[in-house]
C-alpha cells in the first residue's frame, strides 16, 4: 500500500529572489507512519525537497490540485485517481 503524507514547503527554505516555487508549496511525503502522527515533522519529500509534513491534508487531495509539486505527482501517479483525463 502506497501513502503518502502531505507536506509543505516552508518559507524559509525558498531560495531568495526565487517566488516561482512558492505556487506550488505542496509535496508527497512517503508516510512510514499515519499522516497525523508525522504533523509538523520535517521530512524529505518523493522529489528531494525539505518540507514540513501538515498532518491534516491528505495527499490524494491536495496532490490533484494546481499548487502541487509536479515533481511530487508524477512519482505517486499510481496513488492519485485524476477526475478527468484531460491532454495538457
Ligand atoms: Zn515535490
Do not use: K
Not at 502531505?6 to 511525503?29: I, L, M, N, Q, Y
Not at 509539486?69 to 505517486?76: A, L, M, V
Amino acid at each position: 500500500m502506497d501513502a503518502y503524507a502531505v507536506g509543505f514547503a516552508r518559507p524559509d527554505r525558498w531560495s531568495r529572489g526565487r517566488p516561482a516555487g512558492e505556487s506550488r508549496p505542496w509535496h508527497a511525503v512517503e508516510a512510514h507512519r499515519p499522516p497525523n502522527e508525522l504533523d509538523g515533522e520535517v521530512e524529505l519529500a518523493v522529489c528531494g525537497a525539505i518540507v514540513q509534513v501538515w498532518g491534516s491534508q491528505q495527499w490524494e487531495r491536495v496532490g490533484t490540485g494546481r499548487t502541487a509539486c509536479p515533481e511530487c505527482r508524477r512519482i505517486s501517479g499510481p496513488a492519485l485517481a485524476p477526475p478527468l483525463s484531460r491532454a495538457g
